[in-house]
Structures are given as structure tokens and as C-alpha cells.
């Protein structure tokens, strides 16, 4: 898919990608893929995968540095929510 191409294309294969109709972000290792979750939160500080709620949702500054962490430190396949969840997919 799109995101495989331009991970390869742009990120040695490596790339993170927010999903606009889930708020979720996919991480493109290679082949595998996986759902790292999502830096915006409701209200509550809960993710709202899938947007079903439709509650309005805010960028979680702790998360989003978290997920910086993860990329600037090369750390995603090393990452338990990351490796917990690995499958090969080529549909992103």
C-alpha cells in the first residue's frame, strides 16, 4: 500500500503514520506492521480507536513525546506495545 511505499521510499522501510479515520498510528517496520495507538485523547485521557465515541479528541503531549522517543532513539522494534502486536501486511 501507500504507506509501504513511501516507508521504503523515504525511511528505509521504517515509517509512522497516523491514520486519520482511526487516530491511530501504524508502524511500518519492512513487512510488519503494527498500531502503536493514538497521541490524541478524549477529555477523560482515553484513545477513541476508530473515532466511535466522536468525542472531540487533543493532542497528548506526554504521548506524542513518547512516540518521538520511540523514532529519535530507533527504539520501535523494541517497543512491547510495538512487538506485541507485529503481523506482515502489505494493505497499508
Excluded: M
Amino acid at each position: 500500500g501507500g504507506c509501504s511505499t513511501h516507508a521504503a521510499k523515504c525511511g528505509a522501510h521504517l515509517g509512522l503514520f497516523l491514520l486519520l479515520h482511526t487516530s491511530d498510528v501504524l508502524v511500518r517496520s519492512g513487512p510488519r506492521v503494527s498500531f502503536w495507538g493514538s497521541p490524541y485523547l478524549d477529555q477523560y485521557g482515553e484513545q477513541d480507536i476508530g473515532l466511535e465515541r466522536g468525542r472531540p479528541l487533543h493532542l497528548n503531549v506526554s504521548r506524542y513525546q513518547e512516540l518521538s522517543e520511540l523514532w529519535l532513539n530507533q527504539a520501535l522494534d523494541h517497543d512491547p506495545t510495538v512487538l506485541e502486536n507485529f503481523t506482515i501486511d502489505d494493505s497499508y
